[in-house]
């Protein structure tokens, strides 16, 4: 299906449910959609045990030269950086996303929930989003699809511990 096929589904699907008519803001999930998905979603939450040599390893002070300016003049990590860090600590193949519903498209905006499991158990979970300019010919539809994917990371990773230091306002400030 060619990208201007598949954004014709998107914008056609009902979302009444879902968002909000004025303002365009997802909605809290309705406890039919929690019970559908929320039971199997926590499983091992809070019983992931992680050993302090590994946890002080995430959560050592990020490095100066990994930190990334926008255009914008915001301050991160990049998605390779948080990959990185949770292949060192983990070991590849031993954390993954998963995606929690399907894309949700508003206004120009691409959202999708994940949680992010290690060794098979709940360790976080947060909504990736990202903007889809149709008129930039650099970008399909799924570039910003994957790109939900790699905001999602940096936000697991938050709840994590992990670069909190792109958070903090007096790191921020302290680094420009």
């Known amino acids: 299906m060619g990208n201007t096929a598949m954004q ?10 879902v968002l909000n008519k004025h303002t365009g803001e997802m909605l809290a999930k309705t406890e039919s959609v929690i019970g559908n998905i929320a039971p ?15 946890s002080d390893k995430l959560t050592q002070p990020v490095k100066i030269e990994d930190i990334e ?3 914008t003049g915001e301050i991160y990590l990049s998605h390779v950086r948080y990959r ?6 983990f070991g590849m193949g ?7 519903g399907g894309f949700v498209k508003t206004g120009s905006v691409v959202c999708r ?16 989003e990202q903007n889809y300019i149709e008129s930039n010919a650099q ?38």
């Open 69 to 71: 300016i926008k255009p």
């Open 94 to 100: 031993n954390w993954s996303l998963r995606p929690l």
């Open 8 to 17: 014709e589904v998107i914008e056609n699907v009902d979302v009444s449910e």
């Open 84 to 89: 990185k860090m949770l292949n060192d600590a």
């Open 139 to 176: 970008m399909t539809w799924s570039d910003a699809c994957e790109a939900t994917k790699s905001n999602v990371i940096m936000r697991c990773c938050k709840e994590m511990g992990i670069g909190l230091e792109m958070w903090d306002r007096k790191f921020v400030e302290k680094f420009k």
């Open 40 to 54: 199997d979603i926590y499983i091992g939450i809070s019983t992931l045990d992680i050993p302090k040599d590994i």
């Open 113 to 128: 929930e994940y949680a992010l499991y290690i060794r098979g158990k709940y360790a976080a979970s947060a909504i990736g």
